[in-house]
DNA sequence: GCCAACGTTGGC
DNA sequence: GCCAACGTTGGC
């Protein structure tokens, strides 16, 4: 099966990109949403790609990527499913919401359409490749420049 | 912290 | 199977 590409969410106040890069691999436990579950056990394989996106952040948005290093298996808790998640990039800063909702080709992306809570979300090729595109164009937050 | 949007639950 | 009540998500 060709490879998928993925956005999937995390407030920071739980586990960041930063988090990922120093642990290397985590297993994404605690998703509660069927369809997001449905996502982890029937599509997610090995080697996809995932936009690691923080929710409830200032700003909220992509702040790096992860690969699928282990595709669904049980929870303990029944009938819950979870993946491992390897990392792959750390972002130099974040490309925000209110970016990726102003680009052109991005209008359909669900991250950017109203209402969407989906924890785990399927993105396209395309929406994958113009996300990178936007994300090297981030300046260091630390740089300042007079 | 507010609250709109959305998913889930449970009485009927 | 409807739908009101409730809980959660997540942008702002």
């Given at each position: 099966m060709a490879k998928r590409y993925w956005l999937m969410k995390c407030e920071p106040s739980a586990y960041t990109i930063d988090d990922l890069q120093r642990d290397g691999s985590t297993a994404w436990e605690g998703v509660r949403n069927y369809q997001a579950r449905n996502f982890m056990r029937d599509d997610m394989q090995l080697g996809d790609e995932v936009l690691f996106y923080a929710s409830?952040?200032?700003?909220?948005?992509v702040t790096g990527l992860a690969k699928i290093v282990r595709a669904g298996y049980p929870e303990k808790l029944a009938p819950w499913v979870m993946v491992d998640i390897g990392f792959a990039k750390n972002f130099k800063g974040t490309v925000p919401l209110e970016t990726l909702k102003t680009t052109?080709?991005?209008?359909?992306m669900v991250v950017t359409?109203?209402?969407?809570?989906?924890s785990i979300q399927p993105v396209t090729k395309d929406e994958f490749a113009i996300v990178l595109t936007l994300a090297k164009t981030i300046r260091s937050s630390h740089s300042s420049h007079s």
């Open positions: 409830n952040a200032e700003p909220s948005g052109k080709g991005l209008e359909k359409q109203k209402g969407s809570r989906l």
